[in-house]
Each structure stands twice: as C-alpha cells, then as structure tokens.
Nanobody
Framework: QVQLVESGGGLVQPGGSLRLSCAAS????????MAWYRQAPGKQRELVAR???????YYTDSVKGRFTISRNNAVNTVSLQMNSLKPEDTAFYYC?????????WGQGTQVTVSS
C-alpha cells in the first residue's frame, strides 16, 4: 500500500518562503497526477496545486504566482515551493493523487504564517 510522508512545514513570517516535500512509496508514482492540498482550522480540505505525469500544472487562484509544484519521478517525490507566504496560507498541507485523492492520507505538514 502506498504511503505518503510530507515534510518541510514550519513557522514563517509573512513574505517568507518554505519548501514542502512529499515522498511516496510504490512503483507506479510516475503515472499519477500528484497534488498538494491544504486544510485550515475549521475549513474543508482544498486543492492547492497539481502536476500531471507530463509536467502540466494547475494552481488555485489564491496561490498563482507564489507557489510552484514540481515532481521527481526518479525518487517518487513531489514538492511545493511556497514564496511570499501570507497568513491565510496557514494550514496543514498534504500531498496525494488527483483530485480525486486515491491514496491513504499522510500525516501532513503544518505551515504557520505569522509575525
């Protein structure tokens, strides 16, 4: 069964940057569309960005121009470079396929943007 392990979160001031990473076990990683999702306190989980097997990307409007998703199929990882962070980016961040998410959720990594 595929396992997802997210890392790279932390506390950062507004305007700062973080780079999130997600490692996935399993041999068929490269054929999947991979995505980053986030869930803020009291809110539903939402799609942040996705990247296809061919490298095509999609970003939700609120992060366009600030976040960059990338993947390395050789080592089964997907990353999210987050720049110009805002307090409203505060959330737990998760990676998964899709949408829809088809693998068991990992533990996520917490991002807190605060001065």
């Amino acid at each position: 069964q595929v396992q997802l392990v997210e890392s790279g979160g932390g506390l950062v001031q507004p305007g700062g940057s973080l780079r999130l990473s997600c490692a996935a076990s399993g041999s068929s990683f490269r054929i999947y569309v991979m995505a980053w999702y986030r869930q803020a306190p009291g809110k539903q989980r939402e799609l942040v960005a996705r990247i296809g097997s061919n490298g095509n990307t999609y970003y939700t409007d609120s992060v366009k121009g600030r976040f960059t998703i990338s993947r390395n199929n050789a080592v089964n990882t997907v990353s999210l470079q987050m720049n110009s962070l805002k307090p409203e980016d505060t959330a737990f961040y998760y990676c998964n396929t899709g949408p829809p998410a088809s693998w068991p959720w990992g533990q996520g990594t917490q991002v807190t943007v605060s001065s």
